[in-house]
Structures are given as C-alpha cells and as structure tokens.
T-cell receptor
C-alpha cells in the first residue's frame, strides 16, 4: 500500500533562511508525488508534482523538490524563506489505481522575522 | 473564474441532526472528492466520485452519505450516525481522477457539533 511520512509536524526558520521540509514515501509502483500548501482556514493548492522525467521539480513561489528513488524521498526546499511562506505543507502520493491520493500528516512552517 | 465553491463556511449542528455540505465546481472535472481534516492527521478520504451517478467509499465513510446527480455538484451529508463530526471538510475535484491529476480544492466548511 502507498504511504507518506512527513518528518516533523512543525518547522521554524528565520526569514531569509533555507526551508527544508522532509517527505518519505512508500510505493509498490513508480510513484506520482505531490506537494500542496494550505494557508489558514483555506483549501489546499498545488505547489509542484513529480510524475515522470526530470527528478528536480520546480514549483510556484520559488519552491522545488527532488525525487530520489534510492532514498524514497521527495523533500521540499526553498533557498530563502519569506514571511508569506508560513503555512501547512502536505506531501502526497497517488494510489496505484488512480482516483485516490494519500496525504501525509502535514508540516506546519513558521517563519520568524 | 473557474473553481470550487463550498458552503456554508461555518456550520453548527446539534446532536442527532443531519446536515448537508454543498460543493460545486465549474472546472468541468469528472472526478470529485470529500476529505475530512483533523489537526495532526492530514486529510482522510470520505467519498469520491469518478463520474455522474457513481461514487465510492473512501477510508472513513461511516456516518456520511453523498450523491452525484450532476457533474458539477457533489453534496456531502453528515448523518447522526457520525459520532465525532466536528472537523474541517474539504471538497476537491480533478480532471479525470488519473494518478497524475492535480486536485483542486474548495475553501472548506468547518463543522462544529454543539
């Protein structure tokens, strides 16, 4: 069965510092992986996704993620944090049969001035 | 603008009542989903629908019901059988439900049981 583990329920960084949010997955087939962001009291929106091809995926707002099959990881990074990046971030993997997406528990990012 | 709307934004329910949450999309998507979000637990799938007049139970369907009579609408009813319904409910849609499809989310409904 597919699963996703996000390491760290809370991450705090200073404005301008590197953002690193960790995600490990388990999948019996080549995975399709996603990162979504949720601002307070709102729905989720897609940051980026990996399906096939280039393993370094660039998304919106300066975020990127690298698919590493050997490490079963899909960590999300941003070189320089901005106050507006404070939100909850969810890593997700598509189920093998499609139609279902399995979400991680989420990581809340705090950005300090 | 294309998107997903959910109403109401806040909903209060008394014990023993059924309540219905609305979800409408104008993206012309075939697949629609309902998720429940609780703090620290991520999103859990309640029901999903791949096409009109067809829907499937997700991981936590007990105490919930849905209908899909129109492509653009996928209402969720929280019945009195749902023992702990206080949560944030999110509706989503995707083009066809394929593995690579992005899900588009509505703004959510926060349900509180009084």
């Amino acid at each position: 069965a597919q699963s996703v583990t996000q390491l760290g329920s809370h991450v705090s960084v200073s404005e301008g510092a590197l953002v690193l949010l960790r995600c490990n997955y388990s999948s019996s087939v080549p995975p399709y992986l996603f990162w979504y962001v949720q601002y307070p009291n709102q729905g989720l929106q897609l940051l980026l996704k990996y399906t096939t091809g280039a393993t370094l995926v660039k998304g919106i707002n300066g975020f990127e993620a690298e698919f590493k099959k050997s490490e079963t990881s899909f960590h999300l990074t941003k070189p320089s944090a901005h106050m507006s990046d404070a939100a909850e971030y969810f890593c997700a993997v598509s189920d093998t049969g499609g139609f279902k997406t399995i979400f991680g528990a989420g990581t809340r990012l705090f950005v300090k001035a | 603008d294309g998107g997903i709307t959910q109403s109401p934004k806040y909903l209060f329910r008394k014990e023993g009542q059924n309540v219905t949450l609305s979800c409408e999309q104008n993206l012309n998507h075939d697949a629609m989903y309902w998720y429940r979000q609780d703090p620290g637990q991520g999103l859990r799938l309640i029901y999903y629908s791949q096409i009109v007049n067809d829907f499937q139970k997700g991981d936590i369907a007990e105490g919930y019901s849905v209908s899909r009579e129109k492509k653009e609408s996928f209402p969720l009813t929280v019945t009195s059988a749902q023992k702990n319904p206080t949560a944030f409910y999110l509706c989503a849609s995707s083009l066809a439900g394929g593995r690579a499809d992005t899900q588009y989310f509505g703004p959510g409904t926060r349900l509180t049981v009084l």
